[in-house]
T-cell receptor, first 115, second 113 residues
Framework: DAGITQSPRHKVTETGTPVTLRCHQTENHRYMYWYRQDPGHGLRLIHYSYGVKDTDKGEVSDGYSVSRSKTEDFLLTLESATSSQTSVYFC??????????????FGPGTRLTVL | GQQLNQSPQSMFIQEGEDVSMNCTSSSIFNTWLWYKQDPGEGPVLLIA?????ELTSNGRLTAQFGITRKDSFLNISASIPSDVGIYFC?????????????FGAGTRLTVKP
């Protein structure tokens, strides 16, 4: 299994509070991603990183920010959590291969509930 | 945004039966990936496809990269109870050299003993 951990694994918070989720990898992969998973929508990309301090938006980035100060850590922040951000959040990592896009490997997920 | 259409949404089959699911897109992809997700866990990669027309097997699983590069299918032969889960396809990359993949909504598989 790829060395990916997420913390916390579960969190319940109140509307309007800031929340930070952490993804940590031991694989030294260049690319890291944050997805949210909701019923009927599959996995939707929030933000991704292609190197230290290099990040870009995904398809559902509103209300989220990210930071990557070290290769191994990728943080997802909800500045002011809303109920619509209740979801399961997955971190993934990947590396380019000679064939182009490389496989993405996923962490165990964080279940976030915003009351 | 880009849409991947995955079908069927759910399947209920008897143990021992074969299963087929597919994904289609309006966009051309260079990579197709198939994942399985068990309850409470992250998706696990099953098969990766990199060439149009490529047919790849992993045990009882077989997947193909469509010749048009806009579709892919996954077959599971002789299903067993542990095949239960949600299967996702993913296509990409959405931008050059960023490994950004787009995921289907998933096929939920139930296997009756």
């Amino acid at each position: 299994d790829a060395g990916i951990t997420q913390s916390p694994r579960h969190k319940v918070t109140e509307t309007g509070t800031p929340v930070t989720l952490r993804c940590h990898q031991t694989e030294n992969h260049r690319y890291m991603y944050w997805y949210r998973q909701d019923p009927g929508h599959g996995l939707r990309l929030i933000h991704y990183s292609y190197g230290v301090k290099d990040t870009d938006k995904g398809e559902v980035s509103d209300g989220y920010s990210v930071s990557r100060s070290k290769t191994e850590d990728f943080l997802l922040t909800l500045e002011s959590a809303t109920s619509s951000q209740t979801s399961v959040y997955f971190c993934a990592i990947s590396e380019l291969t000679s064939g182009g896009a490389g496989e993405q490997f996923f962490g165990p997920g964080t279940r976030l509930t915003v009351l | 945004g880009q849409q991947l259409n995955q079908s069927p949404q759910s399947m209920f089959i008897q143990e021992g039966e074969d299963v087929s699911m597919n994904c289609t897109s309006s966009s051309i992809f260079n990579t197709w990936l198939w994942y399985k997700q068990d309850p409470g866990e992250g998706p696990v990669l099953l098969i990766a496809l990199y060439k149009a027309g490529e047919l790849t097997s992993n045990g009882r699983l077989t997947a193909q990269f469509g010749i048009t590069r806009k579709d892919s299918f996954l077959n599971i032969s002789a299903s067993i109870p542990s095949d239960v889960g949600i299967y996702f396809c993913a296509g990409g990359p959405m931008k050059n050299n960023n490994n950004d993949m787009r995921f289907g909504a998933g096929t939920r598989l139930t296997v009756k003993p």
